[in-house]
Each structure stands twice: as structure tokens, then as C-alpha cells.
């Protein structure tokens, strides 16, 4: 009986002893931070290693930042006797002096103790903390979709900025405001067909643009157009042009005629914003904000794109005007321009700042081009090796953006080059073997009067 009893005897083995690890959570910290990851852990048992993991791609990749080891080292020996059985905290700390965006993921603390009833044996628990770096934008800027663009008097065009936001982590909010008030955009997940509001009508013909002022209103300033700007003739004729190469043509604002279309109600915004990861581990945000232009409320309108990122202390702002593109400044090189020179014509600026960037197009007034083309477009133009019948012709340029359209003039004088041999032709009109032919008939004549 005893040993049966001492048989039915449950048998427990000695304690092994516990072991509870925990990471202390971080809240999101900004690039550049220092940050201290902190593992807690309670244990009645002896130490034997930590070893703190930075876990990458999905946890398949663990790689080690941190490793204690307390068979190599006595800072612990004092701590804690494992034959007694009481209560011990410990903390170990990982610190990060200057976080970057790649130090974003999660993160391991794992710890070991001997068994408390062999030395052979090792209790492991482990805990995790993810560490959210944050990163503020570093760029931001606003622009034009579909730029340089003509101006158009008789259709309405539908008008899209842009705003870009790069560097960010997480991506920002993006908002538009127009003269410092926020726009009241509709979410526009694709645009929208057969809004009669954003729908372009066409003028059907010339005749039926019926909005031009006429000069005498225009003269009184009615309608808000202001006064019209000057105009002069041309002069006639070049013999007064031959000390200058060049002759500015005060220009003709188009922007100041406006079709029916036009009204000055309130206009319809449509809002659309996407972003994509970037492979630095940040994001780029892009904002457009369409909707239909109106050259008479929109030109000198102020937008600007504004950022909010919990990194920002203030929110982020980019800025624009739009304005119509006036007086262009065109200079020629070379400055005396001669038989043979190659010429270039170009627009250096205007009188204003301009937004969005204008269209350049040049034409030869009353001709074509020297290449035989109607029209060239950029921002310069190139004569190639110009001749002779070069000189006194017009050259237009013609700079305009979505919100209006202006047209400079400049005259080509040719000057005689002493290098390039004369023609067939000398200056009186005739010909060389006629001179010869007059000179010898004259000597003939002396040598027969001298005989007689």
C-alpha cells in the first residue's frame, strides 16, 4: 500500500521561475529626434542574454542592434540571486541620437533567464514596439497643367492647377485657397461628362462676339476695362530707321475683349487629390484644383496651395498669381544686322510677371518666314544667313496664356556687308559689261577727236 500510494502521488518539480517582457509605446517622432526604445521585464530568475531586433521587410528579416550577454559580463551579478525567490525589474534601453525615415518599422526586445530548476535551460519572452517616424515636407509648388496654352475668345476653357507636395511622411493635407479665403471644392474622383457648368460653348462665328467696347466707353473707363491701351502707326518708310535696327510696335492686348460666355458668377471648383509612395520611404501628394476660366475675375486672382503634416508646426504655403501676359521686351542680335549675319530674335521677358508660362508665335507680317514656314513657335527666332530682301520686314510675336494674348512688333533692317561680294547688279542698276562697254566707247571717241 505504501507504494502504491506513494505511485498516486502527484510529482512537481521545482519552479522554473517567470519571466513578462514589455516595450514602452512611442508616440509618431520626426526625423532627426533622438528617441530611446525602452524594454521592461520582470523576472525572479538569473539573466542570461537581451537582444534587441529591428525587424524588416514584413518580419522575414530580423537584424540585431543590441546584445547583452551576461555570461561575459558582472553588470548584473549583483542584481539578483537566483535561490532566493523575489521580485526583480530591469530595463534595457536602445537609444536612436538622430532618427531617419529608414529607421521606421517595428522592433524587438528579446530576453533570456535559466531555468530556476537547471542551468542548462533557458526562458524566453519577448515584446515589440513600432516606431512611426514622421517626416515633414520639403518642397511644395504649385502649377499649370497643360502649359503654355492659347487663348481662346470664343470657347471656354476648363483651367487645372496643380499643387505638389514632395518629402512628406505621412502624406499632408492638401488645400486651395483663392486671395487668402479657403475654396469650397466638389470631390472629383473623375471629371465630371454633360455639366452644363463645365462643359465648354463655342462661339459659333466672329459676329456673334458681341462684348468688345466700344472706344468711346472705353475712353470713359465704363465696365471696368479701364482705358485702351495706345496704338501708333508705324512710321513710313526706313531712311529714318537706319541709325536703329530694331523698332518697338506698341502692342495689342487681346486679353481685353471678352466673349458672351463670360459671366461674373461665382465659378464651380472640382477637387482631386492622389498620392504615391516614393522609394526613400516619403510620399508625394498632388492636389488640382479645375474649374472654368473667366479671364474677367480670374486675371490677378491669388491661389495659393496650403499643407498641413502633423511634422509642420505652421502650415506649408505656395502661391500664384494669374495674370495675362504684357509687353513683351524682344531684343535682335546681333545689334546692326548685316547680309549673310545669322539673326535671333528673341523674348527676354514682359513687363509683368506672368502665370502661367505664355505660348510663343512668331510670323513674318505680309510674308512668310525666311525657312518658308507661316509661323514659328518659341521663344526665339532664328534668320538663318538673311538676305538683302530682309530688310524693312515685320516680324510679329505673339506671347499669350489661358487668360489673354498680346502682340509685339519689331522691324528687320539689313545692313550692306563690305565682305560678301556685290551682285550682278552694281548700285545704279547696271550692269558690269555695259560700264565697261560705256568706257570703251568713251575712249574711242577721245582717241577720234584727238586725231580730227
Not at 34 to 50: Q, S, W, Y
Not at 210 to 237: C, I
Not at 247 to 259: G, L, N, Q
Amino acid at each position: 500500500p505504501l507504494e502504491l500510494s506513494s505511485l498516486s502521488l502527484p510529482f512537481f518539480p521545482p519552479f522554473p521561475g517567470y519571466l513578462t517582457v514589455s516595450i514602452e509605446p512611442l508616440p509618431p517622432v520626426v526625423v532627426g529626434d533622438a528617441v530611446t526604445l525602452k524594454c521592461n521585464f520582470k523576472t525572479d530568475g538569473k539573466m542570461r542574454e537581451i537582444v534587441w531586433y529591428r525587424v524588416t521587410d514584413g518580419g522575414t528579416i530580423k537584424q540585431k542592434i543590441f546584445t547583452f550577454d551576461a555570461m561575459f559580463s558582472t553588470n548584473f551579478s549583483q542584481m539578483e540571486n537566483y535561490r532566493k525567490r523575489e521580485d526583480l525589474v530591469y530595463q534595457s534601453t536602445v537609444r536612436l541620437p538622430e532618427v531617419r525615415i529608414s529607421d521606421n518599422g517595428p522592433y524587438e526586445c528579446h530576453v533570456g533567464i535559466y531555468d530556476r530548476a537547471t542551468r542548462e535551460k533557458v526562458v524566453l519572452a519577448s515584446g515589440n514596439v513600432f516606431l512611426n517616424v514622421m517626416a515633414p515636407p520639403t518642397s511644395i509648388s504649385v502649377l499649370a497643367a497643360d502649359t503654355p496654352a492659347p487663348f481662346s475668345r470664343y470657347q471656354a476653357q476648363n483651367f487645372t492647377l496643380v499643387c505638389v507636395v514632395s518629402g512628406g511622411k505621412p502624406a499632408p493635407l492638401v488645400y486651395f485657397k483663392r486671395d487668402g479665403e479657403p475654396i469650397e471644392a466638389t470631390p472629383l474622383p473623375e471629371p465630371p461628362a454633360g455639366a452644363s457648368s463645365w462643359a465648354p460653348r463655342s462661339l459659333l462665328h466672329r459676329d456673334l462676339d458681341d462684348t468688345k467696347v466700344p472706344k468711346s466707353l472705353a475712353a470713359e473707363g465704363e465696365l471696368g476695362m479701364g482705358n485702351p491701351f495706345p496704338t501708333v502707326d508705324p512710321p513710313r518708310g526706313l531712311a529714318a530707321e537706319r541709325d536703329s535696327v530694331t523698332e518697338s510696335i506698341p502692342e495689342t492686348v487681346v486679353s481685353r475683349e471678352f466673349p458672351r460666355w463670360v459671366h461674373m458668377a461665382e465659378p464651380i471648383y472640382y477637387f482631386r487629390h492622389t498620392h504615391a509612395p516614393v522609394s526613400d520611404g516619403t510620399i508625394e501628394a498632388r492636389a488640382t484644383l479645375t474649374w472654368t476660366l473667366n479671364p474677367q475675375i480670374d486675371n490677378e486672382a491669388l491661389f495659393s496651395c496650403e499643407v498641413k503634416h502633423p511634422a509642420l508646426s505652421m502650415p506649408m504655403q505656395s502661391e500664384v498669381t494669374l495674370v495675362a501676359p504684357k509687353g513683351p521686351k524682344i531684343t535682335m542680335t546681333p545689334t546692326r544686322a548685316r547680309v549673310g549675319d545669322t539673326v535671333r530674335i528673341l523674348v527676354q521677358g514682359f513687363q509683368n510677371e506672368v502665370f502661367p508660362e505664355p505660348l510663343f508665335t512668331w510670323t513674318r507680317v505680309g510674308s512668310r518666314l525666311l525657312d518658308g514656314s507661316a509661323e514659328h513657335d518659341g521663344k526665339e527666332l532664328v534668320l538663318e544667313r538673311v538676305p538683302a530682301e530682309l530688310n524693312g520686314s515685320m516680324y510679329r510675336c505673339t506671347a499669350q496664356n489661358p487668360l489673354g494674348s498680346t502682340d509685339t512688333h519689331t522691324r528687320l533692317i539689313v545692313f550692306e556687308n563690305p565682305n560678301i561680294p556685290r551682285g550682278p547688279e552694281d548700285s545704279n542698276g547696271s550692269l558690269p559689261g555695259h560700264c565697261g562697254f560705256r568706257f570703251v566707247l568713251a575712249l574711242t571717241l577721245t582717241v577720234i577727236l584727238e586725231l580730227t
